[in-house]
């Protein structure tokens, strides 16, 4: 009869309901996986590249004094077969190439000590422990990180010239940061503004896999602070391709990115967004002076805080 069909058909829809319930609970769960697989991607991709460049010290350094202790060697052999003011030459070589083993050691040493702060910080961040803010000379810390953004690259593939002019304000001083945070910040912008630049001489000299100096462009990045009763402001600028109009209010969105392949996964720009809004600042994007792109970071001045 009438209501026994009604009754059928409510069932049956409840039945595909159910069915696609499960099914919407199915995909979530696998979103969930995905999204934890990439967070676990981008913090293993972040640990890989952040000790890349401390371990390229360790074993350059290394290298270069296990070549030395031959040389002390070397000296030390002469001694045994020669006179006595040829003696003193090569004990004092060897004195000399002794020293700059010992300051090598030192390099070494504190290189994998860096090292081993990048690891402890990661780990922390994996674990959900939130860093503590504490007073940093902001100025000393960009100078460093750029400096290490900038040999990580020379130590990279495809190495590039860059021109590296820093305009820092002394009247900055500490400002409150959670500096393992804040240091990828600047490094993840002076990687792209490397990128950028890379590509722009690619583009100047086609063909060109080594990347040389060319004589209409000179890859620059210039590094600048300020502070004003408003706050203090970091700018970082390239003079690469630039970044297109229509982009602009996309880079700092999660998973966007211009690089090709597998090259980037969209997380950089985002990361670095959310941790300088975590330090109570705004990052945004412009056009340089010199066809560029324009990094601004505006933290608010500590006694704001």
Same mark, same amino acid.
């Given at each position: 009869?009438?209501?026994?069909?009604?009754?059928?058909?409510?069932?049956?829809?409840?039945?595909?309901?159910?069915?696609?319930?499960?099914?919407?609970?199915?995909?979530?769960?696998?979103?969930?996986?995905?999204?934890?697989?990439?967070?676990?991607?981008?913090?293993?991709?972040?640990?890989?590249?952040?000790?890349?460049?401390?371990?390229?010290?360790?074993?350059?350094?290394?290298?270069?004094?296990?070549?030395?202790?031959?040389?002390?060697?070397?000296?030390?052999?002469?001694?045994?077969?020669?006179?006595?003011?040829?003696?003193?030459?090569?004990?004092?070589?060897?004195?000399?190439?002794?020293?700059?083993?010992?300051?090598?050691?030192?390099?070494?040493?504190?290189?994998?000590?860096?090292?081993?702060?990048?690891?402890?910080?990661?780990?922390?961040?994996?674990?959900?422990?939130?860093?503590? +803010?504490?007073?940093?000379?902001?100025?000393?810390?960009?100078?460093?990180?750029?400096?290490?953004?900038?040999?990580?690259?020379?130590?990279?593939?495809?190495?590039?010239?860059?021109?590296?002019?820093?305009?820092?304000?002394?009247?900055?001083?500490?400002?409150?940061?959670?500096?393992?945070?804040?240091?990828?910040?600047?490094?993840?912008?002076?990687?792209?503004?490397?990128?950028? +630049?890379?590509?722009?001489?690619?583009?100047?000299?086609?063909?060109?896999?080594?990347?040389?100096?060319?004589?209409?462009?000179?890859?620059?990045?210039?590094?600048?602070?300020?502070?004003?009763?408003?706050?203090?402001?970091?700018?970082?600028?390239?003079?690469?391709?630039?970044?297109?109009?229509?982009?602009?209010?996309?880079?700092?969105?999660?998973?966007?990115?211009?690089?090709?392949?597998?090259?980037?996964?969209?997380?950089?720009?985002?990361?670095?967004?959310?941790?300088?809004?975590?330090?109570?600042?705004?990052?945004?994007?412009?056009?340089?002076?010199?066809?560029?792109?324009?990094?601004?970071?505006?933290?608010?001045?500590?006694?704001?805080?």
């Amino acid at each position: 009869n009438e209501r026994e069909r009604a009754q059928q058909k409510e069932l049956e829809q409840a039945r595909q309901i159910e069915k696609a319930y499960e099914k919407l609970k199915a995909t979530q769960a696998q979103l969930i996986h995905a999204e934890k697989m990439a967070s676990l991607g981008e913090l293993t991709a972040g640990i890989a590249h952040e000790i890349k460049n401390p371990l390229n010290f360790v074993n350059n350094f290394s290298e270069v004094s296990i070549e030395m202790i031959d040389e002390a060697v070397d000296e030390l052999a002469k001694v045994k077969t020669q006179h006595a003011d040829s003696q003193k030459e090569a004990i004092r070589e060897t004195e000399v190439i002794l020293k700059d083993i010992k300051s090598n050691l030192a390099r070494i040493h504190e290189h994998g000590s860096r090292a081993d702060g990048i690891v402890k910080s990661m780990l922390l961040h994996s674990r959900g422990g939130d860093g503590k +803010m504490e007073p940093t000379d902001l100025n000393a810390l960009i100078k460093e990180y750029v400096i290490l953004s900038f040999h990580g690259m020379r130590a990279g593939k495809n190495p590039i010239n860059v021109d590296i002019k820093m305009d820092l304000d002394d009247s900055v001083g500490d400002v409150p940061l959670v500096a393992e945070d804040f240091s990828r910040v600047i490094l993840n912008l002076c990687n792209n503004a490397f990128d950028a +630049m890379r590509d722009k001489l690619a583009t100047t000299l086609p063909g060109v896999k080594s990347y040389p100096q060319s004589p209409n462009y000179k890859p620059t990045l210039s590094v600048r602070t300020k502070k004003a009763s408003d706050g203090i402001t970091i700018e970082i600028e390239d003079n690469g391709p630039g970044i297109r109009e229509e982009i602009k209010d996309k880079i700092l969105q999660p998973f966007f990115t211009t690089k090709k392949g597998t090259e980037g996964t969209g997380l950089g720009l985002s990361i670095t967004n959310d941790i300088v809004k975590a330090h109570g600042g705004e990052l945004s994007v412009g056009s340089a002076a010199r066809q560029g792109a324009v990094f601004t970071i505006a933290l608010p001045n500590p006694q704001d805080k």
